[in-house]
């Protein structure tokens, strides 16, 4: 199996930045770096994702070990379910196109398969609807066909006292109306992405307001060099009651 060419994270920094897409790939030493606060707190975020697995327990795990093991997991989740061998799986593997999409969770049950892709908020955002029609893109289109899509998110309304009881700290929404109205685009911007990653030069694109939204850009520092500082976006990286919120429960 070939190598894919974007993932559901490279997807949507190209669909922020094309720019950014391409920097991203061919010159990533010019990548802001993070400092070792916010790295901490997007490392608690991922381990939400580990949390919401509770929801369906029992399952097999099959998040690749490394970059190198992801084609080799595509195949192994492809003979998984081919063979009904588990009826839950966590970090399924799928490629199709040279796309590449690592669902959180895919649960059989009575009429099929259902996707769940967990996110480490208090809410559903458009660039969360748009990275669930990535991923239905990808694993529908590589052959197995979804009954539904949900989003699983924190319950911002849930109050509790020392740890939370797991189905309550959640709730899960379906998003599978959306996601359809989506793939036409999936479709092409998936094109226009790898048709930026041809190019023998970065794409011209000035910096302007799209550089935070929705995520601040880790090539600012390259792209905001020549602007004065008190002309820069002011950058956030998420709410601290949100963060104070995700230590409360880990
Ligand atoms: S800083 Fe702005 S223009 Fe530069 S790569 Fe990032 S999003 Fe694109």
Redesign the pocket.
Known sequence: MEKHILSKSTFIRGN??L??LY?NKKRPFLRDRISPGQRAKFSRGHKIGDMAQQLFPGGIDMRPKSPSQYQKRVLEVQHIINTNMHEVIYEVSFQYDQLLAILDILVKGNDGWTAFEVKSSLGISDTYILDAAFQYYVITNSGLQLNDFFLIHIDPDYEFEGQPEIDKLFKKASVLDEVLKLQEYVKEQAAREKEALKLEKSPA???DG??IKPYP?D??G???KKIPLEQRPQVSYGSEKFYDFLKKIQ
């Open positions: 922020q930045c720019k950014s920097l694109i000035e910096p799209h550089c850009c090539f600012m390259h792209c905001w």
